[in-house]
């Protein structure tokens, strides 16, 4: 399995030709599986799409290759890793407006595939924790398993 340290990971940088393509191959999925994510979050830890709570799912999956603003690329023994960051775009850009997703080309010519959408869990210092799955302009696009 890759991880942190065992990918190459490079700076971020605005995608690329290879980028676009292997994001556009997965949109379909990705749309899919957000709208889902939302879904099975509301139920039992709906802080983690509280930013876009008023939108609905074609609201919250109406982006586009052109809302792919920022990539990274990581290569591995297993293929090349790409994490996304990609505007809602029905919300402002001054909050929370982005996911990070993560893409997976195994090489050989099979084509890209969604590994995942990341969900970040972490504790608030107070003894509990925070969730969110939607993420501002300046949260900076690291390595993630989920």
Same mark, same amino acid.
């Given at each position: 399995?890759?991880?942190?340290?065992?990918?190459?990971?490079?700076?971020?940088?605005?995608?690329?030709?290879?980028?676009?393509?292997?994001?556009?191959?997965?949109?379909?999925?990705?749309?899919?599986?957000?709208?889902?994510?939302?879904?099975?979050?509301?139920?039992?830890?709906?802080?983690?799409? %509280? *930013?876009?709570? @008023?939108?609905?799912?074609?609201?919250?999956?109406?982006? !586009?290759?052109?809302?792919? /603003?920022?990539?990274? $690329?990581?290569?591995?023994?297993?293929?090349?890793?790409?994490?996304?960051?990609?505007?809602?775009?029905?919300?402002?850009?001054?909050?929370?407006?982005?996911?990070?997703?993560?893409?997976?080309?195994?090489?050989?010519?099979? %084509? *890209?595939?969604? @590994?995942?959408?990341?969900?970040?869990?972490?504790?608030? !210092?107070?003894?509990?924790? /925070?969730?969110?799955? $939607?993420?501002?302009?300046?949260?900076?696009?690291?390595?993630?398993?989920?």
């Amino acid at each position: 399995m890759a991880t942190a340290e065992t990918v190459d990971l490079g700076p971020p940088h605005p995608p690329k030709e290879e980028s676009i393509v292997a994001f556009k191959h997965i949109l379909p999925q990705l749309k899919h599986d957000l709208a889902r994510l939302r879904r099975d979050h509301q139920k039992h830890e709906h802080e983690y799409f %509280a *930013a876009v709570e @008023h939108l609905n799912d074609h609201d919250l999956t109406a982006f !586009g290759p052109e809302d792919l /603003t920022s990539v990274r $690329v990581a290569t591995s023994a297993y293929g090349i890793h790409l994490l996304a960051k990609i505007r809602i775009p029905s919300m402002p850009d001054s909050g929370p407006a982005y996911i990070h997703i993560r893409i997976f080309t195994p090489g050989g010519g099979e %084509a *890209a595939k969604l @590994h995942c959408i990341h969900t970040e869990e972490k504790d608030d !210092g107070a003894g509990g924790k /925070t969730f969110r799955a $939607v993420f501002t302009k300046d949260d900076e696009l690291e390595w993630f398993d989920t």
